[in-house]
């Protein structure tokens, strides 16, 4: 073989092992996508927070007991909260951050009760990390009929490339409705927490569906 065709021959192979190392990284690149979320809820034993999206449904159970602790605890109605990117695997298995802050006019009560649950001076914040399940939320009512008292917040997601997964494989949403419209997993009931800008604030009660109420309405 002369110089030259080997020479051809070994670039050729090096273009076609450069051009499938780029395929195979472009397959395996996280897809991304924006999550529209207009619910966030919490067990009434704070053991499972939930987070409600168009298109799934965000349970994460794996909670640290600092967090568990505030979100059974009066404590709750006084943080904010923000959450950083989602990251789900082709498992639907889902991980991400969240840090929670005191608010500014919160009494000296709740002060007290943030340093003994972990906040950090000075500005009294908290920073987590959470593990669950995404869900399908197909078949679930729209966000519009779910709650009048919520607005969206935005979550981005970023995944494994789904291309090879087989269709149907994203299990369906635990979270069902109850007979007078409350929002349950399992058996057990949900407790709302309240989006408040970029931020979401704990709420009192239990989302329930239906249409809005009317402004000035009296609300059961």
Request: net charge neutral; with cysteine.
């Amino acid at each position: 073989m002369k110089r030259t065709e080997f020479l051809k021959g070994t670039l050729s192979v090096s273009a076609l092992l450069s051009l499938d190392g780029c395929l195979t990284r472009k397959l395996y690149e996280p897809r991304k996508y924006e999550e529209t979320a207009s619910l966030f809820l919490v067990t009434e034993d704070g053991s499972q927070l939930v987070v409600l999206g168009e298109k799934y449904h965000y349970v994460f159970d794996h909670i640290t007991p600092s967090l568990r602790q505030i979100l059974v605890s009066p404590l709750r109605r006084a943080v904010a909260a923000s959450l950083s990117e989602f990251y789900v695997t082709r498992e639907n298995v889902v991980t991400g951050d969240y840090t929670l802050a005191l608010l500014a006019d919160a009494p000296d009560e709740d002060r007290r009760r943030a340093v003994e649950a972990g906040f950090q001076a000075p500005e009294l914040t908290l920073s987590g990390h959470l593990e669950g399940v995404r869900y399908s939320a197909q078949g679930f009512p729209p966000r519009g009929e779910a709650s009048e008292f919520t607005r969206p917040y935005v979550v981005v997601v970023r995944e494994q490339d789904s291309r090879s997964r087989l269709a149907g494989k994203i299990v369906l949403t635990p979270i069902t409705v109850a007979a007078d419209g409350a929002l349950v997993i399992g058996v057990v009931a949900l407790i709302a927490l309240v989006v408040a800008g970029p931020f979401f604030r704990a709420g009192v009660g239990v989302p329930r569906l239906g249409p809005p109420v009317p402004s000035g309405a009296p609300r059961p």
